[in-house]
């Protein structure tokens, strides 16, 4: 099969939507051998900032001399992006490899899911590969996560807020009963910014399970206005003038967590030396999150897509304010058909001018026009154009050079522009 025909195979997995259960992982894991046992483990999972955690973990292992595997998702333009080795885009060629392998052991009596199916080919890819340690972000949930059939050195949930409810329950207390699922007996588990409901429900599980917990701004802490330079202290360690290109206040959290991580995974035979810690935290990238992607005026994007993400969003652009006195913001927003529109517009308008609303190229993505119906009585004079294209066209059209445009929302949608903005083709595979 060509690269071209294997995603459109794998893009075509996704008809079998999201499924409960490990059965199926469990079945491919020990058809391709248990891969997922050759090397180290760590698991991170929470509702924000998983993704910014696993990156900076995975820039610190690397930096101490360790060969890293690096499993994320989604992806913003290329499928290859969600597996990478010491920073490496999983090859087009191991891509087919796998994928031809996978569809030979399950072609009979498994209908893997998409998510199912990649995790897989990330977990034989990084035996493969043979890294030393693999850092795993949880795609949804915990529990019943693809991920969920690891043994981990060390934990990690790094925020619990509303959303994907229809999956993971209503109320707070229940998406972390979820998202505790991901801890095990006797590995120790880094708790980052979560709700006091959620921490009793997470500190049930973790007492059952006899698991040590590690609560930021109790156990382990950073001080610091930016990430820019800030001071870690943990349980056994210190370190002042860190410094990490990551943007925004809440960077400093999830920089954090990732130090608490690696310092327990230290005392389980992972150790880091201070150096690394540092060079590792200078060399983190992170695409989509508070990124500048063009400076004359400067576009920023982020896939922040919940609530509790735009506070972060609305953070920075407050700050950016205060910086940039008399500069303006144009609010680029597109969002997903099931999330909560008016939630995460209300927590910018206080710090946006103007809205341009748009849509990602993808099936779930609410209509433009419907959001401009749906949200009317919050922006009554927002823009509503279709194309991710036409509506940065507009955004620039209304901003002066001094201007902040701002496009968040979707993951989705920070990908269609960086394709846009790369002059490349996206990949269909974006769930």
């Known amino acids: 099969m060509s690269y071209e025909s294997v995603v459109e ?25 248990e891969p997922q046992r050759r090397y180290r483990t760590l698991h991170i999972g929470g509702t924000n900032g998983k993704g910014s955690t696993a990156a900076v973990a995975a820039a610190i292992l690397q930096a101490a001399g360790y060969r890293v595997g690096l499993y994320t998702s989604p992806h ?106 991901i801890v095990k007996p006797g590995v120790p588990l880094i708790v980052g910014s979560v709700p006091a409901e959620a921490f009793t429900v997470i500190e049930a599980v973790a007492s059952q399970r006899r698991a040590s917990i590690s609560r930021l701004n109790r156990d382990f802490k950073v001080e610091g206005e930016s990430p ?42 992972l150790p880091v030396p201070e150096p690394a810690i540092r060079a590792g935290l200078r060399s983190v990238r992170w695409e989509g999150r508070l990124e500048v992607v063009e400076r004359e005026p400067p576009v920023l994007v982020d896939g922040a897509h919940n609530p509790a993400a735009a506070e972060a969003v609305a953070e920075y652009l407050s700050r950016y304010r205060r910086r940039h006195p008399g500069s303006r913001v144009i609010l680029v927003l597109g969002m997903m058909r099931d999330k909560d529109h008016r939630g995460f517009l209300t927590r910018l308008l206080p710090v946006v001018d103007e809205v341009v609303l748009t849509q990602a190229d993808i099936a779930r993505a609410a209509r433009a026009e419907d959001l401009r119906l749906s949200l009317a009585d919050l922006i009554p004079s927002a823009h509503a154009v279709p194309q991710a294209s036409d509506a940065l066209a507009l955004a620039k ?19 269609d522009i960086k394709a846009l903005l790369r002059g490349c083709r996206l990949s269909p595979l974006r769930g």
């Open 9 to 33: 195979f794998l893009y075509s997995l996704q008809k079998h939507g999201i499924k409960l259960g490990l059965e199926n992982m469990r079945l491919l894991a020990a058809r391709l051998g």
């Open 76 to 181: 913003l333009v290329d499928f290859r992006e969600r597996i990478r080795v010491n920073g490496e885009l999983i090859g087009e060629a191991q891509v087919e490899d796998l994928t031809e392998r996978i569809r030979k052991l399950v072609q009979n009596d498994c209908s893997p899911t998409f998510f199912e199916f990649t995790t897989a080919m990330a977990f034989r890819h990084f035996a493969d590969a043979e890294v030393d340690v693999a850092v795993l972000e949880v795609g949804m949930g915990g529990r019943y996560d693809a991920t969920n059939i690891v043994e981990p050195l060390v934990t990690v949930i790094t925020t619990v807020a509303l959303d994907h409810e229809e999956y993971l329950g209503r109320t707070v207390d229940a998406i972390a009963s979820e998202k505790a699922g």
């Open 397 to 415: 059209r209304l901003a002066a050079q001094s201007d902040l445009i701002c496009i968040t929302g979707s993951l989705m949608l920070v990908g």
């Open 228 to 269: 820019a330079n800030f001071r870690y202290e943990g349980v056994a360690s210190r370190y002042d003038q860190l410094s990490c290109p990551l943007e925004g206040r809440h960077q400093l959290d999830n920089a954090a967590c990732a130090l608490a991580m690696i310092e327990a995974a230290g005392v389980r035979g």
